[in-house]
């Protein structure tokens, strides 16, 4: 790809920050490109870098511009660097600085918070294609398999956008952190991505799905609370973010539902009411729903941990500075200071669940867990109105946030899905009713057999209604070339 160094940086990223005549950004983003694309082959989607994907592309923010479908090898995906467009007199909203322009550059007594905010989020982003790049192979459709490298190119591009960042306002320490961002690996013992769900394998599809819908949401409230950033970059950048987050979303939760639909239809099918009949649920060859139900408690714990401590200065600090706000912070109605506000933080002590008044300031986390929470229990309305309409009992449900928590005030502590507080010893005996097994997980790993005929679908998972850029159902979305 050396060959591309040169070429006019100015059409081969499709940008809306006049890159090309902003020499020293330009130039740092030239050094850098070699070193993604060499990371894209080695650590994206393994075997399919030849294979031509149905792919839409952003190449700029309106909204004729930033869908355009077309085929496209992934190495040669056009990775943008696209911003929201600046809203005229924007203030700070939050914080300390309330109400006052907000900034163009750094603040420096802000800096080194700044960046740390960039480079967790940037950290996130290729840590997913990595925990993403082997799926592809047990792709259950075509229809699949691209909108998973539609996820992967895109997460791809949100590294860029935070590399752009690193390079434009945070001078020679943004570029270590650029290039450190690019050899931190998931997983890794010597050098693993910055947060736990993060180093988790996503070893099979319905983990692929639950983790768009969970974890993936994770990164949409970060996102929002970091639109809010009275550093009006960031703010703009993940705008624009949020326009492609929501795919992301869009996959998970039908993914996940589809999956539970083809069961249920089995189910009825075959003639089998009970859901915990479980041995004949899979004989049909398609995952039962308890199963499913395990595998969203793991992802979403895991994603309550993404949130940090309920109560926490460091996020109180962002807040005060007005480089993070809160979801939806310029809907809200208060002072935007939060001076003398309270609000209900959970906590587990002595054996016991309470709830306690804490000063809003530093129960900013516990306010963001909150809306995640909400925003996640969506999907599961959607899910249970799928099952209900095939006529089987069974309801799949969020656990108590304090089950199967590792940070916060629930780490160590030992609670069921039905928020019961229980012995350690009970809580173990117990665990592979709430946690998938390994046998849970081998029995889905014999399900991922490869269905690569256009229009064709695994046996566990229902077809989508719509297809993707309205094509039909048998329109071949990835045209393989084995690498
Ligand atoms: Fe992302
Ligand atoms: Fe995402």
């Known amino acids: ?42 650590m994206g989607p393994s075997g399919f870098q030849e294979s031509l994907v149905y792919l839409r592309t952003a190449v700029s923010v309106d909204p004729k511009g930033w869908a355009k479908f077309d085929y496209v090898k992934m190495p040669e995906y056009r990775w943008g660097v696209l911003l929201a467009p600046q809203a005229e007199d924007r203030k700070i909203p939050c914080g300390e600085h309330y109400g006052e322009a907000a900034w163009q550059e750094v603040p420096g007594e802000y800096r080194a918070m700044l960046r740390r905010l960039v480079v967790i989020q940037g950290d996130t982003e290729p840590a997913s294609v990595e925990q993403q790049r082997h799926l592809g192979k047990t792709a259950p459709s075509l229809y699949d398999m691209r909108n998973l490298f539609q996820v992967n190119v895109e997460e791809g591009r949100h590294l860029w956008a935070m590399v752009y960042l690193l390079h434009k306002y945070f001078g020679a320490d943004g570029r270590d952190e650029a290039d450190d961002l690019l050899r931190r690996t998931s997983g890794s013992e010597e050098a693993p991505r910055m947060l736990g769900a993060f180093n988790e394998a996503t070893p099979d599809w319905l983990s692929f799905f639950m983790f768009t819908y969970f974890t993936d949401r994770d990164g949409k409230l970060q996102l929002e609370s970091l639109a809010q950033s009275g550093f009006d970059p960031l703010s703009r950048t993940c705008r624009f973010m949020l326009t492609e987050e929501a795919h992301h979303m869009f996959v998970g939760e039908t993914g996940v539902g589809r999956t539970i639909q083809r069961t249920c239809e089995a189910m009825k099918a075959a003639g089998i009411d009970d859901p915990y009949d479980i041995d004949r649920v899979r004989a049909l060859g398609v995952i039962d729903l308890p199963t499913i139900q395990k595998k969203a408690n793991v992802h979403y714990s895991l994603s309550l941990d993404l949130f940090g401590s309920e109560i926490s200065s460091n996020a109180a600090t962002a807040f005060n500075a007005g480089i993070k706000g809160r979801f939806q912070e310029v809907r809200i109605d208060d002072d935007h200071q939060l001076t003398t506000a309270t609000y209900p933080v959970i906590e587990f002590e002595n054996g016991k669940i309470t709830t306690r008044e804490a000063p809003a300031l530093t129960a900013i986390n516990m306010r963001l867990r909150d809306d995640y929470v909400r925003d996640a229990s969506g999907g599961l309305k959607r899910w249970n109105a799928l099952i209900k309409k095939t006529g089987v009992e069974f309801e799949v449900k969020l656990p108590h946030q304090g089950f199967n928590r590792e940070i916060g005030t629930f780490a160590g502590a030992h609670v069921t899905p039905d928020g019961d507080v229980v012995s350690a010893d009970v809580w173990q005996s117990r665990r592979a009713e709430w946690l998938p097994t390994k046998a849970d997980g081998d029995f889905i790993q014999s399900l991922m057999k490869p269905v690569w005929e256009a229009g064709q679908y695994a046996s566990w998972i229902a077809p989508p209604r719509i297809g993707i850029d309205n094509k039909p159902g048998e329109f071949e979305y990835v045209q393989i070339h084995m690498a």
């Open 1 to 42: 790809m050396n060959d591309l160094i040169g070429v006019s940086y100015d059409t081969l990223i499709p940008n809306n920050v006049d890159l090309s005549s902003d020499r020293r950004v330009l130039k740092a983003l030239e050094k850098w490109h070699p070193g993604y694309i060499n990371w894209w082959n080695d």
